[in-house]
């Protein structure tokens, strides 16, 4: 059957509180007035699928950590599944591998008293990095702590540019 609808479109996933929000986008050529979305668990023992009807172009699932869900959605027209579209994704729910080995490399202050230093670290295998941000939080002493989401390619580190000690003050 999956042969027959043709290609897939994307599952877009993210966080709702405790749950996973499901999203996808319809195109103006498949004509839907209902979905229907099965996700199966398939590192249980056993996999356990689930199905919900939905006239909305999301749908809330619990979030089942650690886990593998295979993620389909399929356009209902008339009560009945139609052949015009749908969309597929497996997603692997585990916890991106830190970091590890950050270090400084270089640092250095110009006349007008900022620091550059650049740091780097240790790539983390088989991260998809398309969907993880390496986020570096720094501070001088206690004073602020600021977040870089850091979108890098990888095998690069990064450079912060900091006042001196008058930015403190």
């Given at each position: 059957?999956l ?11 993210s966080?709702?509180g405790h ?6 986008t319809?195109p103006e050529?498949?004509?839907c007035d209902?979905?229907?979305v099965?996700?199966t668990?398939?590192?249980l ?11 909305d ?7 089942f ?7 389909r ?6 009560g009945s599944?139609?052949?015009t579209?749908?969309?597929h994704r ?11 080995g950050?270090?400084?490399?270089s ?8 620091s550059?230093?650049t ?6 295998p088989h ?8 986020v ?7 004073v602020?702590?600021?977040?870089i ?6 095998g ?10 008058s930015?403190?003050?």
């Open positions: 059957m042969r027959e609808l043709g290609e897939a479109s994307w599952i877009s996933i966080d709702d749950l996973m929000r499901l999203n996808w319809l050529s498949a004509l209902a979905f229907l099965n996700y668990v398939t590192t023992t056993r996999p356990k699928s689930f199905s919900i009807a939905t006239a172009d999301f749908s809330l699932i619990k979030f950590a650690n886990h593998t869900l295979d993620m959605v399929f356009c209902m027209i008339a599944l139609s052949k579209w749908w969309a497996v997603v692997h729910l585990t916890n991106p591998m830190p970091v590890r950050a270090r400084v490399t640092s250095t202050t110009d006349e007008f008293y900022v550059r230093i740091i780097d670290w240790e790539w983390p991260n998809d990095f398309d969907l993880f941000e390496i570096v939080s720094y501070g001088i002493e206690e602020s702590i600021r977040e989401p850091e979108k890098t390619v990888q690069q580190g990064m450079e912060l540019s900091i006042l001196g000690m930015h403190c003050v």
